[in-house]
Nanobody, 124 residues
């Protein structure tokens, strides 16, 4: 089992920026698709964005233009840069790995390993 560890979540104000990190223990990180999801209290987990092993990205409409995903394969780490945060971005953010696959997916069931989550709270 691959270990994923998110970090960087905290309380911020609307309009602020925040960067989350996801460190993976797997050597297969460099050949894998990674994803970010979030879950607000009382809601289902929703797709935020995904990045392929070659750096292609895909975003949910709700974050497109505000959030950016990038990765550093030398560090086995993926990042989520969040700009112009809104109160509706408040959620626990999870990273997930789709190992040995170059195909991005919006479906949680396509990812085999998950981090523990990091809380992002955006105050108005």
């Amino acid at each position: 089992q691959v270990q994923l560890v998110e970090s960087g979540g905290r309380l911020v104000q609307a309009g602020d920026s925040l960067r989350l990190s996801c460190a993976a223990s797997a050597r297969t990180f460099t050949r894998s698709t990674m994803g970010w999801f979030r879950q607000a209290t009382g809601k289902e987990r929703e797709f935020v964005g995904s990045i392929s092993w070659i750096g292609g990205t895909y975003y949910a409409d709700s974050v497109k233009g505000r959030f950016t995903i990038f990765r550093d394969n030398a560090k086995n780490t993926m990042y989520l840069q969040m700009d112009t945060l809104k109160p509706e971005d408040t959620a626990v953010y999870f990273c997930a790995g789709r190992w040995n696959s170059g195909i991005m997916s919006t479906q949680p069931s396509d990812y085999s390993d998950w981090g523990q989550g990091t809380q992002v709270t955006v105050s108005s």
